[in-house]
């Protein structure tokens, strides 16, 4: 997610100072905290959920309080601040950002390694984007059910009033974040220092519970709970899952603001509302129901759940803008179809809007409300999809620490064992929730992977046989000055998907119309894996003589190409792409689906023409002006 906070970030983001490293701090707080900063209101009070048998004892809480605090301390603090976040590429973060960052270490020969790394990437998208349709929804209904605590009438308000809620975050999306972007930051500030004040004055009632700061509670708890504490470990992870996002979030705002922000005041106002929540049932151990909100006065409690909505709202924005950036990356990745991805921001190129992602975000996470009812039945399906990519983020950093840090193996060896029990545990204690609601995560994610997976194999029968009945432009040049065709005033640009090969449509327009615009160019656009390409290395033209250019445009995964905008900006004698005498020709394939020996099945196959019959064409994706395109179709067999 994005705001017009980051218009500075876009260079030096982790050497600013001063106002700007102020501006870009604020941000960060509100973009990237949202989610973790909104775990307070279900987190700990799910640990002492029945199906746990945990019994909200003084050693049990102060054990569990002390569990949650050195989780917290270890992943969020040591694992991804101090280490993950250095794993950039080219100053972007994510999961998609750091597989193609270790697919660039891996040599060009090493086919099935590749292969595996990209199947990670898969997996790793599909489960980001489950966590996008469940944290809308379990944080809403967290702070709704906080009007249970004014009066229990008010019960029967909630689930409409999410409902209402969810209603008015999605349809707002095409606006962009950048019009209620500069209240993030002091609304989730606010939302800080209220949980810590709340925190503070419930821990000076019961001091006992500083004791929690001591790991020996943590490890005598984990020693006499057993199998308990593997069901504890699940809802104590709900404390962690806007990790993936921090991580995420690093190219928007950079190392330096995100560690500033989380250590000052982020991290202490967390640990100071757990505290004073475990301070609260030293006193009161029997009143766990909407547990954060007995933390206020009885006066405070209507303020404050307008206030954690407000803070839900913004957590929800920033996965759901996620979401967005997770799909454009998909797309320049080849891992998903064409869709429609709109600009909200003439000045920031990372403030997207895809609608195909937002509807299917709000149809699903309205359908999780509607089927789990509240936070508690939805807390047993939260934490499967984080926990799993934790565990992805946490292997490919250590490929990483190996391979391209150098790092020595006495010191590299030690911390990937602890962070892989931790991650392996929490990934276990997770999996158990399938039967409680985890099942709604894996069916979501299995769809989300079968369909990225069936376009990635769909596309390499598909481009290989496309590819067999190219030449290339050098040949093709060669043979058009040995044997001139008649030559028509304008310019044509033929688009392709392969720089090394002519497309169909010229070739068809050719042999069907046996004449050649003066000025033919042969444009094909490619995706570098790397975010952004700058200005020097953005366009590669090649003068093949008789009138013919050869142009590649390169884009990073994490850009929109607009071809019309590319081009005006090179200079090829005698060719304006805004001069009406120049036409775009689009080549337009009809698949014919075949029977028998494939890497596909027939259902398979028919699922990927499917998705390629819907993808958006190459005129919308390209920003191209309808009026100058020509499509020439073909048939192929897949």
């Not at 009438?153 to 409902?163: A, E, K, N, Q």
């Not at 953005?538 to 013919?548: E, T």
Request: proline residues 5%; hydrophobic residues 50%; positive net charge.
């Amino acid at each position: 997610m994005v705001t017009e906070l980051t218009l500075d970030a876009a260079c030096g983001k982790d050497n600013c100072h001063g106002k700007r490293l102020a501006i870009l701090t604020i941000g960060a707080l509100g973009v990237v905290f949202g989610d973790i900063g909104t775990s307070p209101l279900y987190a700990l009070r799910e640990c002492f959920a029945p199906e746990h048998g945990v019994a909200a004892s003084p050693e049990n809480v102060i054990g569990i309080v002390s569990l949650l605090f050195w989780t917290l301390s270890l992943i969020v603090c040591v694992k991804y601040l101090l280490i993950v976040l250095r794993a950039d590429n080219n100053g972007e973060g994510g999961i998609l950002a750091l597989v193609a960052l270790v697919g660039r270490s891996i040599p060009k020969g090493s086919i099935r390694r590749k292969g595996f790394i990209a199947i990670l990437g898969i997996l790793g998208a599909s489960l980001l984007y489950s966590d996008g349709i469940i944290t809308p929804a379990i944080s809403v209904l967290s702070a709704v059910e906080g009007l249970k605590t004014i009066h229990p009438s008010f019960g029967t308000y909630i689930l409409p009033l999410s409902l209402i809620i969810l209603a008015c975050i999605f349809p707002m999306q095409h606006r962009g974040t950048s019009k209620v972007g500069g209240l993030f930051g002091p609304v989730i500030t606010i939302w800080f220092i209220v949980i810590a004040m709340l925190g503070i004055s419930s821990i000076v009632q019961k001091p006992e519970i500083l004791y929690a700061l001591n790991p020996g509670y943590a490890i005598l708890f984990v020693i006499h709970g057993g199998w308990r504490t593997f069901g504890v470990l699940g809802s104590i992870f709900l404390a962690m899952t806007g990790a993936e996002v921090l991580y995420a979030d690093l190219g928007h705002f950079g190392r330096k603001p995100i560690r500033l922000s989380w250590f000052c005041l982020v991290y202490p106002a967390l640990i100071l509302n757990y505290l004073g929540q475990g301070a609260f049932l030293l006193r009161a151990p029997g009143e766990l129901e909407n547990l954060f909100y007995r933390l206020a006065p009885s006066w405070a409690t209507l303020p404050l759940v307008v206030l954690a909505t407000f803070a839900t709202v913004i957590a929800s924005q920033a996965v759901i803008s996620g979401a967005f950036s997770l799909a454009r990356q998909s797309v320049q990745l080849n891992y998903w179809p064409r869709v429609q991805i709109r600009h909200t921001s003439s000045e920031n190129a990372g403030q997207v809007y895809v609608p195909f992602i937002n509807w299917f975000l709000f149809l699903s996470t309205v359908g999780l409300v509607l089927l789990f009812r509240n936070s508690g039945n939805l807390a047993g399906a939260y934490g499967i999809a984080v926990s799993a990519t934790m565990l992805l983020t946490t292997g490919l950093t250590i490929f990483l620490a190996r391979k391209i840090w150098k790092v020595k193996l006495y010191v590299l060896i030690p911390l990937s064992v602890i962070f892989i029990i931790i991650d392996v545990s929490f990934f276990a204690a997770n999996a158990i929730k399938i039967v409680s609601g985890g099942w709604i995560v894996v069916c979501m994610a299995i769809v989300l992977c079968t369909l990225m997976h069936t376009w990635i194999t769909g596309r390499k029968p598909f481009t290989e046989k496309m590819k067999s009945f190219m030449i290339t432009p050098e040949n093709f040049a060669a043979s058009i000055a040995l044997n001139p065709p008649v030559r028509v005033h304008g310019s044509a640009v033929f688009l392709t998907g392969y720089p090394n090969g002519v497309p169909k449509s010229l070739l068809h327009n050719l042999k069907c119309n046996r004449v050649l615009h003066d000025m033919t160019i042969i444009l094909s656009v490619q995706t570098i894996e790397i975010p952004k390409v700058d200005a020097q290395h953005r366009v590669a033209a090649l003068d093949l003589g008789s009138g013919i250019w050869k142009v590649v445009l390169n884009y990073g995964f994490n850009e929109t190409p607009d071809i019309p905008r590319t081009l005006a900006s090179i200079k090829i004698p005698g060719f304006s792409p805004k001069s009406m005498d120049t036409l775009y020709y689009v080549g337009h394939e009809t698949l014919i689906i075949k029977s028998g020996k494939s890497s596909m099945g027939i259902w398979q196959k028919r699922l990927f023409a499917f998705m390629y019959k819907n993808a958006l064409n190459a005129t919308d994706f390209f920003k191209i002006e309808p009026s100058k395109v020509l499509e020439l179709g073909s048939r192929t067999e897949i």
